[in-house]
């Protein structure tokens, strides 16, 4: 027999447990879906995510940005991927299709809707909480599609005297006709697959009559 010691397991330094911060986080999107975000108490969190209100503080500073981090980490989820099709050899509206349909897939998703309409109805107390989502979510995509812009004027494919405002076009043609009506509620189910790439590549034709290098 042995007499050395098992090691004890290894234990993670505080705040830095994945298992840990994801079981508060599956806790938040609970309660956050079922009261909305400014009903939505630290108390009920911790009891959903079944820890202690303490424990929540050593992972997050508030509810804010479990919110925050929520969203980032679903909108990750959705688009996992798309960056490495924008960077790719593939021809320019082949990469801006396929990364058009999996934003406007994203944006008009059931998880999304609901995400936009907590948003909404926590404006109305705290102004502020728009713009956040907005740097969030929105950001991102219009930083990468910029990125994919500049590209295509670097190697000659397109002409595009101002960037931020073609890549907000173009995230606003991504969805149209569609995404309203979902946010409003004129359209309860999610578009498909069909009427995504229709639209999708409808947005991409008109970017690129719009900018394409003579």
Not at 78 to 101: A, K, Q, V
């Amino acid at each position: 027999m042995s007499d050395k010691t098992p090691p004890s397991p290894r234990r993670h330094p505080a705040g830095a447990n994945p298992q840990k911060r994801a079981q508060i986080l599956a806790g938040a999107e609970t309660v956050f879906l079922e009261k909305g975000f400014e009903q939505a108490s630290v108390a009920a969190i911790a009891a959903a995510a079944g820890v202690s209100k303490g424990t929540i503080y050593v992972y997050f500073s508030d509810k804010e940005e479990m919110f925050r981090t929520l969203i980032q980490e679903r909108r990750s989820k959705m688009l996992e991927g798309s960056s490495s099709i924008l960077h790719s050899d593939r021809p320019l509206p082949e990469r801006m299709e396929w990364y058009g349909c999996r934003v406007a897939s994203a944006i008009c998703s059931d998880a999304s809707l609901r995400a936009q309409h907590i948003v909404i109805g926590a404006m109305e107390r705290n102004p502020a909480f728009g713009p956040s989502f907005l740097d969030t979510v929105t950001a991102p995509t219009l930083r990468e599609i910029g990125e994919m812009l500049s590209r295509a004027v670097d190697e000659g494919e397109m002409s595009v005297p101002d960037i931020p405002l073609a890549a907000a076009q173009f995230l606003e043609l991504l969805t149209a006709g569609i995404w309203r009506r979902r946010l409003f509620g004129a359209r309860l189910n999610p578009p498909t697959d069909d009427e995504i790439r229709s639209t999708v590549q409808s947005a991409v034709t008109m970017m690129l009559a719009a900018y394409r290098a003579c």
